[in-house]
């Protein structure tokens, strides 16, 4: 009976420490932003292919809970298959080999202040002496709270 | 604010009572209840030989705390803290018949309980006995079974320890006196301590700067030497150590001797281990799924050395002892994931074994060399402890170029092409203290000084070189009024100066500024320097009345910012974060308030103890909604910044002695932290625990004479989900496992067997830890672990 009256004891004592931080506290933002690349223009998709000398528009859609903060890309060679995709779906990939000149890109675009969600449109030229092979495209996307969410694309260049 | 002071210390010095002493009888005997004449008994720098008829009289003790020794030849040695009361001056010593149990030191829970009432800090004291059986992959995984202690991981051998939530530069480890200073800063380096060698261990939570020095401003971890019995001859015991999950094996032999002045004792551990095996065969990196082989995450291997030795000279009025010690470790890290970063393998060679240990790894060597020497005077006592610590690190990882790095590693790189990254640390430390009456005054002076030179090297980089030197003096009170009351007070000043080493990259980086394009070497840190100084205090109150134990404390501490707090400047590719230092941080302060009430009765003890803590200006690493191309190459801005932050929390203690050998214990533990300004205003603080309650039920039964110490205990782990989170932080769901401890000690022909079994995580359940490195990855906690432990002691005779 004692040991009863002790645990009920304690657990009530806890309860009343964690009830007493439940006070009207303002909600913080602890959701992530988000990146599509459902939409039929979305560009580039998983194992997309870009054109060396060719211009194209990185096109995706962001959007926050809140506010959007700033979205960053980065694209580098993966000639030796072991980086970053955060896709399911696997690519074929070329023989892993040593970049000589490969394409790196790197770059961050502010979002207007205060958008909840934004379609980005950014044209994006490759060059057209930049090592063809397997690359990464790495969306890089934050809110105005500090969540960030990352995605990474398999790419070719060719 | 002074003038408080001066007015709180005077209150202390000035309240002028005679100081009470007391005639202190012991009376010597065999278990068999026959008096043992000429034992020596030593109390409180008096020795008095036993008469005839067993007793020794010790006269003029102030009422106190003590070690109460007893040596008399034929018998093991017999020590043990006794609180001397005006109540309490007649001791009964039983002595046990000298076998291979020698060297234990008793160190009993009612001492425990007497250091926790004279204490006005809440404190938590374990032994040897307990690292034994709660035996976890590093020491403060052990740990982590204490209210209010849990540990930041990364695999299964690393961890730092949390106290109530604060960790990394926040804790302090003291190891024989001397702050063990190695990379505290990092989540994926584990704090290079061998648990087998630690004697008794202290953890203070809460605020002690005041006492161990700056960095002590959410608690610290004392680990106490080993105390060597004298006149013991030679004798030893090996500890041997199995474990199913990661198929562990390891073995630490102790060998020690000593004669009525000499000692020596010296250990040597050995550990190895595979990978370790978690309770699911996929785990989804981001999105990308990485199946495991027998649900083992992929070279998690390692293996660890320890090497100590110890040797001293005990004398009536000096004591030296001279302890050096080297510990090796070499770790594996999830190659699929480093950190966050999502890696394709080849999963064929790592499958190959579990044992082996490829790309990405460490390796850490931590010596040390440690002098401590006591003089006793007749009425105090002089302490110096003088260490000398190398702490060097290498972090190895095949050469990946992030951003501007060149696509393939130049080859007239001095740097090895495997080398990510390598921290070669020298600290010079030296304390002295002072420690004397005056009336009921214990009063204790002390200087800390140390030195220490931070090297840097490997192909990335996150923060540069330096060298800092601390010093600190303080003064600390213990009054003990009457029996029932004692009040403490300390002040302490601190200064400290760090001097940072100016670094460029090794490649270039471009930079657009309109049309034109510049490539450069960028600074990514200037050579510049700061200083530091501060002022902190400590007052608190014990008072023990019978039942009712009840303790209070309130102080401030300090802290100075870290290397890395100040001039970081790197991306860290484990969380894809720019992370970018603020050299004009301020010296980061706490206040606190500590309570603690407990109660105990014959068959039951309760014990509580909340806390407040508020911080003016905490330093916390800010995920900005930025991105720096230029120095971040893309990567999302981490800037340190300083907010003001509250926290407050409690551990709750209870226990309940159903039967003589049944009985049930509960910990709880909870902590809420929240920022009130800052960008953060409203979140918490990275890695806070959820609240958590522990149930105990365990049976000691008395089984035969050859079995003693026999025990069955279970634990009952219920975590709640922690849903108060800050970026980059994700939402954890509550859980709930089972440990169990088994052991015994088996005697047999004089040969004494202590054997301890564990399974932790006994129903295999699948959970995140919410302070895990690998939380953010979504990597479930270890599956469940069977561990075995034996120990022999020996005596060579």
């Known amino acids: 009976m004692n040991k009863l009256k002790i645990t009920s004891l304690a657990i009530i004592l806890l309860l009343g420490v964690a009830s007493g931080c439940k006070k009207d506290k303002e909600e913080v933002d602890t959701i992530y932003p988000t990146i599509s690349i459902e939409a039929a223009n979305a560009f580039p998709k998983q194992c997309s292919i870009l054109k060396r000398g060719e211009k194209f528009i990185f096109r995706a859609d962001l959007s926050d809970n809140i506010a959007l903060g700033s979205v960053s890309v980065d694209i580098h060679h993966n000639f030796d298959q072991h980086s970053h995709s955060t896709e399911v779906l696997g690519c074929n990939m070329d023989a892993k080999k040593t970049p000589i000149n490969p394409l790196l890109y790197i770059k961050d675009f502010p979002i207007p202040s205060g958008q909840k969600s934004y379609q980005i449109a950014q044209e994006i030229e490759v060059p057209a002496n930049v090592d063809p092979g397997d690359y990464h495209f790495l969306i890089r996307l934050t809110d105005q709270s500090g969540w960030q969410t990352i995605k990474g694309l398999s790419i070719k260049i060719q | 604010m002074k003038k408080w002071y001066a007015l709180f210390f005077s209150c202390f010095l000035a309240s002028y009572v005679l100081a009470q002493s007391t005639e202190v009888s012991v009376y010597v005997s065999t278990t068999q209840q026959t008096a043992v004449k000429s034992a020596k008994v030593f109390l409180n720098q ?8 067993g007793t020794a009289v010790l006269k003029n003790i102030p009422l106190g705390n003590y070690v109460l020794t007893v040596q008399a030849t034929g018998y093991a040695d017999y020590e043990k803290r006794v609180q001397i009361t005006a109540a309490n001056k007649h001791i009964h010593v039983k002595l046990k018949p000298e076998i291979t149990e020698l060297k234990t030191v008793e160190i009993s829970s009612n001492a425990q309980n007497i250091r926790k009432n004279s204490e006005a800090r809440s404190i938590e004291v374990v032994d040897q006995r307990f690292v034994q059986q709660h035996l976890g992959g590093s020491l403060m995984q052990t740990l982590d079974r204490l209210p209010g202690i849990s540990n930041i991981g990364i695999g299964s051998g690393q961890s730092k320890p949390l106290i109530r939530g604060l960790g990394f530069n926040r804790v302090v480890v003291v190891d024989k006196g001397i702050k063990h200073e190695g990379q505290q800063w990092g989540a994926d380096h584990g704090l290079e301590i061998d648990q087998f060698a630690a004697g008794e261990i202290e953890v203070i939570k809460g605020p002690s700067s005041f006492l161990y020095g700056a960095d002590a401003i959410g608690g610290a971890i004392n680990l106490k030497p080993v105390r060597i019995a004298m006149n013991q001859g030679l004798g030893g015991s090996v500890n041997l150590i199995g474990k199913s999950n990661n198929d562990h094996y390891g073995t630490s032999i102790n060998l020690f001797g000593s004669n009525k002045k000499w000692f020596f004792d010296s250990r040597i551990t050995y550990q190895s281990y595979a990978d370790y095996r978690v ?5 989804y990196v981001y999105d990308f799924a990485v199946g495991l082989r027998q649900n083992r995450l992929r070279n998690t291997a390692g293996r660890e050395t320890g090497l100590h030795f110890n040797t001293g000279y005990v004398g009536e009025h000096f004591k030296t002892s001279l302890y050096a010690s080297n510990s090796f470790a070499k770790s594996g890290f999830f190659a699929n994931a480093h950190g966050l970063e999502p890696r394709r393998v080849d999963q064929a060679l790592h499958d190959r074994s579990n044992r082996d240990l490829l790309s990405p790894y460490q390796r850490v060597n931590h010596f040390k060399l440690i002098s401590r020497t006591e003089i006793s005077h007749p009425t105090s006592k002089t302490e110096l402890e003088l260490g000398f610590q190398r702490n060097f690190r290498q972090e190895f990882n095949h050469y990946v170029n992030h951003g501007y790095m060149p696509p393939v590693y130049p080859s007239n790189m001095a740097i090895p092409q495997h080398l990510e990254r390598e921290y070669d640390k020298f600290i010079y430390s030296g304390n002295l203290r002072h420690s004397f009456m005056f009336q ?17 090297s490997g192909w990335s980089f996150l923060i540069p070189g330096f060298k800092q030197f601390n010093t600190g003096v303080f003064m600390y009170d213990k009054y003990v009024v009457n029996h029932q009351l004692i009040l403490h007070g300390a002040l302490r000043y601190d200064y400290g100066h760090i001097q940072f080493e100016r670094y460029d990259d090794w490649f270039t980086s471009e930079r657009k500024e309109g049309n034109i394009t510049t490539i450069e070497r960028l600074t990514r840190a200037a050579s510049f320097s700061r ?27 300090f802290r100075m910012p870290i290397a890395k707090e100040l001039a970081a400047n790197g991306v860290n590719y484990h969380y894809f974060s720019y992370e970018k230092g603020n050299a004009n941080l301020n010296a980061e302060v706490a206040y606190q308030a500590d309570l603690g009430i407990s109660y105990t009765e014959k068959k039951w003890t309760v014990s509580f103890s909340p806390f407040y803590n508020y911080f003016p200006n905490y330093i916390y690493l800010n995920p900005t909604p930025h991105h ?3 120095y971040g ?3 999302q801005v981490f800037e340190y910044t300083q907010s003001r932050v509250m926290r407050y929390g409690a551990e709750l203690k209870a226990n309940y002695q159903l039967i003589p050998s049944l009985s049930t214990e509960f910990l709880g533990e909870y902590l809420y932290s929240e920022q009130l300004s800052g960008n953060k205003k409203g979140f918490t603080l990275p890695f806070s625990p959820a609240p958590s309650a522990l149930i105990n039920l365990t049976w000691s039964p008395k089984i035969s004479d050859k079995l003693h ?15 108060n989170i800050v970026p980059p932080e994700k939402k954890t769901p509550g859980y709930q496992i089972v440990n169990v401890q088994m052991g015994t000690t088996l005697s047999l022909n004089k040969q004494v067997f202590e054997l301890s079994v564990q399974a932790q995580n006994l129903l295999n359940a699948k959970y995140l830890n919410h302070t895990s490195f690998y939380r953010l990855i979504e990597l479930p906690e270890a599956s469940r672990n069977i561990i075995l432990s034996l120990k022999m002691p020996f005596k060579i005779n």
């Open chain 2, 46 to 53: 008096s020795t008095v030989v036993t008469d005839a008829t």
């Open chain 2, 531 to 557: 200083d530091f100084n501060s002022f902190v205090w400590s007052a608190g109150m014990n008072y023990n009345s019978g039942k009712l134990g009840f303790k209070v404390n309130i102080g401030k501490s």
């Open chain 2, 709 to 723: 110490n026999s025990y069955l205990s279970i634990d009952y782990r219920l975590t709640a989900p922690q849903n």
């Open chain 2, 279 to 283: 309770p699911t065969d996929t785990v």
């Open chain 2, 440 to 456: 009921q005054h214990q009063l204790q002076v002390g200087l800390n000084a140390d030195y220490q030179d931070n090297g840097i």
């Open chain 2, 628 to 630: 720096d191309y230029y």
């Open chain 2, 633 to 635: 190459a893309g990567n």
